[in-house]
């Protein structure tokens, strides 16, 4: 065993035991839809006229949603109610009252400068009559305050830190923008120029009528020269947790209203625990399936790849438990799919050393196996590297479901790499270095070509003669899917619509999962279903009008008997106008930024022909479902960005094996270049997608109501993901070269000029 397959092996059995070490004694923080939470209604307790409280209530819930990512809690849904109400639900909160009193409080931040001391009873100007702002600061002394200097908007940034060095403990520090830090000098030169000691050299710090913090400017600073812009520290003797929630509210900016927690309650699962357990067989049985096939196909080395394979879900569940990420339906169901689709770098693997041994019989297999390792590493270097680019555009420019899909997305990315580089290939190199193994071909796997490549090697098909030809299906396809968008029309979830939120009081307990089969058989299987702190049902689904509500609450009295109906109102959409803008900006930005790359790395016609493929798959997916019928909701959007996925990962193998045959075969056609370019890698297509297949299928069937569309979206995108890879990315990418390259001359034609050498096609400086 060489040095390296020795450390590989140490860093395995090492990230193994820590993994295991994580997953036996720590626990996994559930989302509200798989473990209940907190649920609040807040209300603004002031308004003026209807078209100022939506506008007002939208800014609020923006600001909330700000002071919810800063508190941590992931995956949160917040709900516009009406016209002056928002309904927040936080997953898995362990203190409701302290989100609620920072999630409750105005925040409104001031600057002021100080007047002097005001005596007792005095609140009004004697010159003027006018009423004074008058406060006490923190030790109680009346300071009389002049007007706002400064707001909290002027505020960029608030970090909470321990001042050791002059003893003024947990202090919180203040960065301004640029306009407000000239307001600050200003203000604190203006109070440099009275005496030290007199109560006018002092600046006083607000939060929602409250003087926080009033410091007296240091002695050192002269008059009108005031202390820099570019910051200031609040002081105030605050412990830990004071200074954090303060820097909390003022960063995540002032309420534009005074709001009311008019509600709070802690309610149950909407995802029962019968659905919950049929996801963790699915996720068994899929599994299974997967292992098997890839035994089955690569034998002694695919039963390596499984152990590999479980040791990414291990490895992968270690990191989300460990970081904190909360754990949501979508979430976990992506986590479910990314077991299956993990073989896919050792699948490309394999298939490169099969190459070789094919190429070279006599070769060893260690050798062959070394070279499968480094000729796929690109494929699975370039593969992984736009879906880390896009899973950190989507956490960083998008927010809730958004932001928690790409905090999952580059969890699973980063343990499959290291699974299939790192545990697979020491396995197998340790497996190599047996003359058993090495010297029966049919035991060790990749020895002997596969039946996928064997048939192709015999069938040689010609695909990319008329390339327009399989653009003119894929458009068929795609205007299929138009057409059932336009006919049809796209069933939007009660996340981008909104709904009915009714909560009913019966005079016999039901619990979830009765309540949730009755209302199904009722018709009412889209309905969400919780259970509040006071045993009360609460019912929300899309549209509905009052005949269905009694239809409804009917249904429900056969298990509850009197049914009493205790809440009645309209929701707004969860996903508003906001959350669906900023999350089609961050995909907007992932696939330029992925377009660049692969640019880069490959030729922009490449890169063109990727996202068109990209798009073609979109499409696709949201026409089958509106042919079909089904809602397109929170879980279909996770199960949209997992297809993009998919489809550039398939498309960036297929465009690394051109670039590399065409480095071997310059005055190759670059179509005949092409071709061969598919055809080698259509057995690492097959076997992946069928180990993605097995996962979905057990979803599909195994998964329940929940997880139904879930796993269909991804079938279609899956299916029609392989489809484009070959057939709409490649030809467009053909297409897209003969447009832009220069015709050759023509024969018996001559030219005073020296003509350049013609450049390759594909020759971008990219070497392999």
């Known amino acids: 065993m060489t040095r390296a397959t020795t450390v590989r092996a140490v860093l395995a059995a090492a990230v193994l035991l820590v993994s295991v070490f994580i997953t036996l004694t720590m626990s996994p923080r559930l989302g509200l839809d798989l473990q209940g939470g907190t649920r609040m209604v807040l209300q603004a ?49 362990q203190d409701p009252r302290q989100a609620a009193a920072v999630i409750g409080r105005t925040a409104q931040l001031s600057f002021h400068e100080v007047l002097g001391a005001a005596p007792p009873g005095t609140d009004t100007a004697p010159e003027t009559g006018e009423k004074r702002l008058i406060l006490p600061d923190e030790q109680g002394t009346r300071l009389d305050l002049g007007p706002v200097r400064l707001s909290g908007a002027g505020v960029k940034d608030a970090t909470a830190f321990f001042e050791a060095q002059q003893a003024a403990g947990w202090t919180v520090k203040l960065d301004f923008h640029k306009d407000a830090g000239k307001n600050w000098t200003k203000l604190t030169g203006e109070a440099a120029c009275h005496p030290a000691g007199d109560e006018r050299r002092r600046v006083a710090i607000v939060l929602d009528e409250k003087v926080i913090s009033s410091p007296q400017v240091d002695p050192s600073v002269g008059c009108q020269a005031g202390l820099p812009s570019g910051g200031t520290q609040i002081t105030g003797s605050f412990t830990a947790k004071e200074a954090r929630d303060l820097a909390l509210l003022i960063k995540g900016g002032a309420l534009p209203v005074p709001v009311e927690i008019v509600e709070q309650r802690t309610v ?32 002694l080395f695919g039963a390596l790849a499984a152990v590999a394979l479980a040791a990414y879900g291990v490895i992968s569940y270690a990191a989300l ?60 270097a370039d593969s992984n590297i736009t879906t880390l680019l896009a899973a950190g555009l989507l956490f960083f420019l998008g927010s809730g479901p958004v932001k928690g899909f790409g905090v999952t997305l580059a969890i699973g990315v980063i343990a499959s790499m290291f699974s299939a580089l ?44 008329k390339p327009v030809q399989w653009l003119v299906i894929s458009t068929v396809m795609v205007a299929v899917a138009v057409a059932g968008i336009v006919v049809r029309g796209v069933d939007l979830g009660v996340e981008f619509t909104g709904g009915r939120l009714v909560e009913y009081s019966t005079s016999r307990p039901v619990d979830v999962e009765t309540a949730r089969s009755t209302l199904a058989d009722a018709g009412f299987g889209d309905a969400e279903i919780t259970t509040a702190g006071d045993g009360d049902i609460s019912v929300r689904t899309g ?23 205790v809440r009645d109102e309209l929701i707004g959409p969860s996903l508003g106008d906001e959350l669906r803008r900023n999350a089609l900006i961050a995909l907007g930005v992932a696939v330029l930024v992925q377009l660049a790359y692969l640019a880069v790395r490959f030729r922009w016609t490449f890169a063109v022909g990727s996202v068109i493929a990209m798009v073609h798959d979109v499409i696709i997916v949201v026409g089958a479902f509106a042919w079909l019928g089904r809602p397109v909701d929170g879980i279909f959007l996770a199960a949209l960005l997992t297809v993009i996925g998919y489809s550039v990962n398939d498309s960036v193998v297929v465009f690394d094996r051109v670039r590399e045959l065409w ?106």
């Open 321 to 380: 438990v460990g970081l904190g990420v909360t754990l949501t339906l979508p979430g976990l169901a992506g986590f479910v799919l990314a077991i299956g689709m993990a073989v896919d770098a050792n699948v490309l693997v394999f298939e490169r050393a099969r190459e070789e041994c094919q190429d070279r019989p006599t070769r060893s297999l260690r050798s062959a196996l070394t070279t499968g390792f480094q000729k796929a590493f690109s494929a699975v």
């Open 45 to 93: 307790k002031d308004s003026a006229t209807v078209e100022a409280d939506r506008e007002t209530t939208d800014r609020t819930l923006e600001v909330l949603r700000q002071r919810i990512d800063s508190l941590g809690v992931a995956e949160p849904v917040l709900t516009r109610s009406g016209e002056d109400r928002v309904i927040v639900e936080l997953p898995d909160v």
């Open 422 to 465: 790192v545990i697979a290939r020491a396995l197998t190199e340790i497996a190599a270095g047996s003359r058993f193994v090495s010297d029966y071909r049919g035991v060790n796997g990749i020895a002997r070509p596969g039946s996928v490549r064997t048939w192709l090697t015999r069938k040689d098909p010609q695909l990319f003669r």
């Open 268 to 299: 149950g699962p909407t995802l029962g625990a019968a659905a919950i357990d049929a996801s963790a067989q699915a996720a068994l049985i899929g599994a299974a399936a997967t292992a098997l096939f890839i035994t089955f196909v690569y034998r």
């Open 663 to 768: 480095a071997g075969n310059r005055k190759t056609p670059l179509a005949t270049i092409a071709r061969r370019a598919v055809l080698q890698t259509v057995p690492r297509t097959v076997n992946t997608g069928m180990g993605a297949l097995f996962i979905l299928v057990a979803l599909a069937v195994l998964g329940g109501d929940s997880l139904a569309d879930f796993a269909l979206a991804l079938l279609i995108g899956i299916v029609v993901g392989t489809w484009s890879s070959v057939f709409t990315a490649v030809p467009g990418a053909l297409v897209l070269e003969r447009t832009t390259t220069a015709p050759p001359p023509v024969p018996g034609k001559s030219s005073r000029r020296a003509r350049a050498p013609r450049r390759d096609p594909l020759d971008n400086g990219a070497r392999v």
């Open 543 to 565: 549209k509905l009008d009052n005949d269905g509500e009694h239809a409804l609450r009917t249904a429900l009295a056969t298990e509850g008997g009197e049914t009493t109906k």
